[in-house]
């Protein structure tokens, strides 16, 4: 039976509501009968942390996180605390020094959810690849001068090596046909996104099986509203990825519903956290819809090679869905447990039919 060690960090604001319902599902859905277990570790990082030893995370956090099979985690950020401390404390480094350098964030419609799509423009349903550890998010540059002089510089970093290897996965999740867009704004920001153009074209012509257009990240968005269906699997930077990827959460109709992996691609270890923040609007108050967070769960046991499990986590959820037990965001009056128990009762259902 394999045994896979999960390290389990819930964070701050929101981030442990949501992650106490997904390792509820996930120790559902292990177990001997489902031929794995999971040693869940928790690694209580974060702000908390923070206020009792000035880091977000241990000096050794990173080779410790090396030893584990994968990362669940949930949110980071309190509103006491600035936000460019916490993130490049904690959630930036992890990305970048484990070079999980791609950040997969499906775009799925869920039964009985209400969106603001119209009908006619049909069902969105793709896969937004961003660039995870460089880009506009390399973390160059600096502030100088004060009063009215005073001017901060932003220095993005875009590599040949970079932008090819996550254009060539961005490529590989796509079946023979399907459209793969390259998202960019060369016009304006010229030397970083003509260097992108040109090798997404490069890798594009190594897949003549495939549909490759290049789009403009603001005429993406527009079509994101219009014509969502109309994509198959996007790829962009890592700012844009962000962005878009909040407006791919708007879609799914909440961005309690997003859902990511964050992979380097051949390699085992890989992170799993929610699109969403620690939300402090509504932490503390069991408001905030835990789907996003089960369906990361679902996300990390498929890509530990476990797909009949996270199966099982993923029509669990859409029971769920269409019968409409709904936290607040999705306009329903549950609370986080009581999503959370709906799941468990799902899966413990199909279980016994699966069973008779
Ligand atoms: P946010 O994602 O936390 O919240 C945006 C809005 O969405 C809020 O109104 C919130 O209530 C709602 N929301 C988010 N998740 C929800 C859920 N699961 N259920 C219901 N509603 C949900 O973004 P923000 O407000 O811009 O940021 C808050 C903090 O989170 C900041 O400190 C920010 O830096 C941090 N942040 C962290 C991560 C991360 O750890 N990966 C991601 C985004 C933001
Ligand atoms: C996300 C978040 C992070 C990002 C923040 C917290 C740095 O918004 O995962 O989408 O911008 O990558
Ligand atoms: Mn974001």
Not at 214 to 227: F, I, S
Not at 336 to 351: P, Y
């Amino acid at each position: 039976m394999n045994t896979y060690r999960i390290a389990v960090i819930p964070g701050d604001g929101i981030g442990p509501e949501v992650v106490a319902e997904g390792l509820r599902v996930l120790r559902a859905v292990g177990g001997a009968d489902a031929g794995f277990s999971l040693e869940l570790e928790e690694l209580p990082w974060g702000s908390a942390y923070y206020d009792r030893h000035g880091r977000m995370m241990p000096e050794d956090a990173i080779p410790t996180l090396r030893a584990f099979d994968s990362i669940y985690f949930g949110a980071v950020g309190r509103p006491d605390l600035p936000d460019d401390l916490t993130v490049w404390g904690l959630i930036l480094p992890m990305r970048r020094e484990l070079d999980l350098y791609v950040n997969l964030r499906p775009v799925r419609l869920y039964p009985g959810v209400p969106t603001p799509l119209r009908p006619e423009v049909g069902e969105p349903h793709f896969t937004f690849v961003r660039e995870n550890t460089e880009g506009e998010y390399a973390g160059l540059g600096g502030r100088q001068g004060q009063g009215e002089h005073e001017l901060a510089v932003q220095t993005g970093v875009f590599t040949r090596r970079g932008i090819q290897r996550v254009v060539e996965y961005a490529f590989s999740l796509a079946a023979p046909g399907s459209l793969v867009t390259s998202v960019t704004k060369s016009n304006a920001l010229r030397h970083a996104f003509t260097l992108w153009d040109e090798v997404a074209a490069e890798v594009a012509a190594r897949h003549p099986d495939m549909r490759f257009e290049k789009m403009h990240v603001d005429a993406v968005a527009y079509q994101l509203v219009r014509n969502p269906a109309r994509f198959g699997v996007l790829v962009g930077s890592n700012l844009f990825g962000d962005i878009l990827t909040d407006l791919g959460a708007g879609l799914q109709g909440s961005l309690g519903l997003a859902a990511s992996a964050n992979l380097c691609p051949g390699q085992r270890l890989a992170l799993f956290e929610p699109v969403h923040g620690s939300a402090p609007d509504i932490a503390g108050q069991g408001k905030a819809n835990p789907l996003g967070a089960v369906a990361c769960a679902a996300l990390m046991l498929a890509h530990l090679g476990e797909r009949q499990a996270a199966g099982r986590i993923e029509r669990a959820m859409e029971h769920v869905t269409r019968q409409q037990v709904f936290t607040p965001d999705l306009g329903g009056s549950c609370s986080t447990r009581e999503v959370g128990d709906a799941l468990l009762a799902a899966l413990g259902s199909e279980h016994r039919k699966g069973a008779t």
